[in-house]
């Protein structure tokens, strides 16, 4: 993955120097910088696959999102490609920030999947609140599972950061009804 923002290999040198430093930026401002560091050093494949299951269990909750998904065959005859896909997104917005050309890129395939969707399935995409439950569930999702553990969830300068990520990414994102 490219690194749009990094941290001095002195910083590195510190034994669990992630969260502290992390903690020494603004989450009002540097959400993109904390995120992305977060993600290259704490994320990994299964934590995201986490967040893939748990936004995909969303979508099929109701019928407009279990019919969309039964249409693209995303489910039944390609689960691997579900993920592939999910993982990808996630990667590039996560690690990039949504402000960089690859994650506008990859917002715009992701507006032009669901646009050929919605002509092939009108009023699957009609519930706003279906795309914005899914950006609040994706924030909450790994400090919700953390404190079902027993473990102290994430930092608030995290929780900050990824609201003002999200938020940002919503921004970018076009949905079908617009």
Not at 48 to 74: D, P
Not at 89 to 112: C, I, V
Request: hydrophobic share 35%; charged share 25%; proline share 6%.
């Amino acid at each position: 993955m490219d690194r749009p923002y990094d941290v001095d290999d002195s910083v590195k040198k510190a034994d669990k120097w992630l969260y502290p430093y992390l903690a020494t930026l603004n989450p009002e401002t540097e959400y993109e910088r904390i995120i992305s560091i977060f993600a290259q050093y704490e994320l990994d494949m299964h934590s995201l696959l986490y967040t893939v299951a748990a936004g995909t269990i969303h979508n099929i909750q109701k019928q407009s999102g279990a019919e969309t998904l039964s249409y693209t065959n995303k489910i039944v005859r390609r689960p691997t490609r579900r993920n592939e896909d999910g993982l990808a997104f996630f990667w590039t917005w996560f690690g990039m920030g949504p402000s960089h050309p690859k994650s506008r890129e990859s917002l715009k395939r992701l507006n032009d999947i669901h646009m050929k969707v919605a002509k092939q399935l009108p009023g699957n995409f009609s519930d706003k609140d279906e795309f914005v439950y899914t950006l609040c569930m994706i924030g909450v999702f790994n400090d919700r599972i953390q404190l079902k553990l027993g473990l102290p969830g994430m930092p608030q300068f995290l929780k900050i950061a990824m609201h003002h990520e999200l938020r940002a990414d919503r921004r970018a994102c076009r949905p079908p009804w617009h």
